[in-house]
């Protein structure tokens, strides 16, 4: 049942937030509603979709690996050409 509700707010925010909302193609009430059921919805109950499930555990990285220096690594070799 949907039920109508009045709230205030920075209208900067508002007018972003509707922009925000025409370029992913739905409303803004829409929008808050989404937000706001992510904010109340236990996390247990948050459904994963069956992609992420199917791609949960397919990469094995070693223990030693040090994400930060590799990236750094990465950067270095691409530009520093």
């Known amino acids: 049942m949907d039920t109508k509700l009045t709230v205030k707010l920075d209208s900067d925010i508002i007018e972003q937030a509707k922009i925000y909302a ?3 193609n739905t409303s803004l009430s829409k929008l808050i509603e989404s937000y706001l059921g992510l904010l109340v919805e236990p996390n247990d109950k948050q459904q994963i979709t069956p992609l992420v499930k199917s791609l949960s555990g397919i990469v ?3 223990k030693n690996l040090d994400a930060k220096k590799d990236y750094k690594k ?3 070799n691409k530009y520093s050409k």
Do not use: D, G, I
């Open 74 to 76: 990465h950067l270095l």
């Open 22 to 24: 025409r370029r992913k």
């Open 60 to 62: 094995t990285l070693p």
